[in-house]
């Protein structure tokens, strides 16, 4: 009898147990054991394993990537900065660009700072509204994720009480749960940090109810406080400017990362000049926050937003794949939850509380060559065609056929 | 009478103030009025502001660079990578082989985790000690920078009290102050953490004293505490391991990013077998943590550390500098402090608490070609070659000079 030989996935896999604590950590964990834990590369909408298996990609590297893999216009602008300098004893001529170009893109931007990861952007984001009142305490809400530093992390492993002391939680569309939350702050309270939507892991989503948004917009107003809004996730991929500008709804600071370089590292943080000195008291930084290739990334990314129309054809894509789903799920005679906006949809099977639907279904989906996720939501790029989606949804019903198989009904 | 027509670096600060709060911000505000804010690109020891000007770079990018701007090898290998992918939705193998690099690299290290800022490195020691403990306090000397998150940055708004709650303060090289806070922190003890040697902002650098590193060594072993050392300074520019490995002291856990990737945005927490379920344990992560292309650059930076003997280029051309300026000090009669390893140098003049000669100095220094600073530590690279050096110490004798005729004497 002949071993099978090991892939070169699992090879990596055992290799890695020996030097990564657990073998990997994080969000980039395999979300099953049907899924290959390392990646060789990737075009467009399609990506590829370190075992030549090829995919249509709904995660985009779990948002980084808005415009596509490898896209030409940003990999132009990366290879022109890069040959110029990138990491220096000051910022490059790109920095002032790219602040201008945020300034003139989001509403309530008058000011940009940039650093490296979305926990960076919200963490200076309490930082500088602490700064600006001289007050201390921030409402989150529960189940929120705002990032893995140890005020915002969501496991207790190595937090200690102090670390969430000064926060006070809410519920995300209870009006009444922030006036409680602001109550027991007190004459203490600093700011407000939200998401655009409730997009909680092990939740379905929950689109901003705007009567709420506006609700914690004078309630800041009132009590002078800083509304931040947590765009690290959403920001770019839903409009071209803050998340709550289709809202109605500016924030005085705002948290972004994930897609603003198309997978370049880099954070931003922006605020308005109500909160500029607070900015400037601040001491924050990184080793790499001033690197002006990811800068010059960004800056290409926004601009390709714009000529590609990129918004819209994510949430026509987005739509066109919601409708396909569904439309499954209901021929397959099987009940789901399709939430979020469809550029960043989330979908789970009524009643299924340990994701084991879910996970046959995304097994089975990934096997037919779409790359989603089974406890996340997924993210659709602009470099989606129509080829890749019907792709997905041949992989999709055959993911629903085998939830119908699975439960043997 | 005709206007005097603006630098593109007063230009570029113009546009700055307007966009970015105080025109900028952290450790790259320019050192003074005579600097550049703003820099175009560097080959080798060798780096330009947006103006044209030259100097030898005796900065490197504050630590990142070590082989040189541009480092041929390490190029090639982010080419290589970035073709291929960066940030996808795992790992690619280059992080196995980066792990099992490190762990193969530096002594004390059986596992690796890999972040974005130094910062995460830190912030993340401190949590796998308080994961694996089960307790809080973590002893920090006095006035050293750890980075720039809440708990750690050296300025005070926005902070709160609870971000300080559980660290207890020590002298540096003072056992019995190490001491006195470990019996504060009593049976709460989680770790200490340590800087290799004592490179705090405005005072004299001073080497570490073996004993007390031994005394930390064996008081943590006492505790069962972690021994944390703080590495993202001086790691791969004075050893090719930890910093501690020629003092004979391992470290529990150790926080690594500036040099590791020769300037890509890269951190990294290595640790011993002791610590790894609390790493397993704790949930970090980010964005952009498992991106190949940094990854790829620090292989081939490490390998390129080999090869070209760097930490002993370092050291000798640090030695010949050091020689070279406190024999032009001697000879102008000044009296000057010059501490710290050869490679990571930091001048003072003697009584000098304002920087007023230090920035005389330095000012007259850029103006020769030699871009130092006059209140931060150095730092060498081994790009640095004999004409490089002379260019140098050609700019600093002038310097003194420049600060001879400021004392009017």
Redesign the interface.
């Known amino acids: 009898m002949s071993t099978p030989q090991k892939s070169?996935d699992q090879q990596?896999r055992e290799?890695?147990r020996?030097?990564?604590?657990?073998g990997?950590?994080?969000?980039?964990v395999?979300p099953g054991a049907a899924?290959?834990?390392?990646?060789?590369?990737?075009r467009g909408a399609r990506?590829w394993?370190?075992d030549g298996h090829e995919y249509v990609?709904l995660?985009c590297?779990?948002?980084?990537?808005v415009l596509g893999?490898r896209h030409p216009a940003v990999e132009a602008a990366?290879a022109v900065q890069?040959e110029?300098?990138?990491?220096?004893?000051?910022?490059?001529?790109v920095?002032?660009d790219l602040?201008?170009l945020?300034?003139g893109t989001v509403r309530h931007a008058?000011?940009?700072?940039f650093a490296?990861?979305?926990?960076?952007a919200t963490?200076m984001c309490?930082?500088?509204?602490?700064?600006q009142t001289g007050r201390?305490k921030i409402l989150v809400a529960k189940g929120a994720y705002h990032g893995?530093?140890?005020?915002c992390?969501?496991?207790p492993?190595?937090?200690?009480e102090?670390?969430h002391?000064?926060l006070i939680r809410y519920t995300y569309n209870d009006l009444d749960s922030v006036r409680a939350a602001a109550a027991e702050a007190g004459d203490d309270l600093a700011g407000i940090l939200v998401s655009p939507f409730k997009h909680d892991a092990g939740f379905d989503s929950e689109l901003v109810d705007h009567g709420f948004a506006r609700g914690l917009r004078q309630l800041c107003d009132r009590k002078q406080a800083a509304l931040i809004l947590d765009d690290?996730r959403c920001g770019f991929r839903l409009h071209l400017g803050s998340s709550w500008e289709p809202v109605g709804v500016d924030p005085d600071l705002s948290a972004w990362?994930?897609a603003i370089a198309n997978?370049?590292?880099l954070a931003a943080v922006l605020?308005n000049d109500r909160f500029?000195?607070?900015?400037?008291?601040?001491?924050?930084?990184?080793?790499?926050?001033?690197?002006a290739v990811?800068m010059a990334a960004a800056i290409a990314t926004v601009k390709a937003l714009k000529e590609e129309n990129a918004i819209e054809v994510m949430d026509r894509m987005g739509t066109q794949l919601r409708d396909g789903i569904v439309d499954q799920a209901n021929s397959w005679d099987l009940a789901v939850n399709y939430t979020g906006p469809p550029a960043m949809p989330y979908l789970t099977f009524v009643g299924d509380t340990s994701y084991e639907l879910g996970s046959v279904f995304a097994a089975q989906a990934l096997r037919g060559g779409a790359?989603l996720h089974p406890r996340h939501n997924w993210f659709v790029s602009a470099a989606m065609t129509g080829a890749d989606l019907a792709l997905v949804l041949e992989a999709t019903d055959q993911a629903f056929a085998a939830v119908r198989k699975h439960l043997g009904q």
Chains 1, 2 share one sequence.
């Open positions: 070169t990596l290799r890695a020996a030097v990564i604590p657990g990997m950590y994080g969000h980039q395999a899924y290959p834990q390392f990646m060789r590369g990737g990506v394993d370190v990609d995660m590297s779990y948002g980084p990537v893999h990366v890069n110029q300098g990138d990491c220096q004893n000051g910022p490059s001529p920095m002032v602040a201008e945020m300034v008058d000011w940009a700072i490296k990861n979305g926990t960076d963490t309490c930082t500088i509204a602490r700064a201390s893995a530093a140890p005020w992390t969501p496991r492993a190595g937090v200690t102090a670390d002391e000064n690290v990362s994930k997978g370049r590292a605020g500029r000195d607070g900015a400037k008291n601040v001491f924050v930084t990184g080793s790499f926050w001033f690197a990811p790359y």
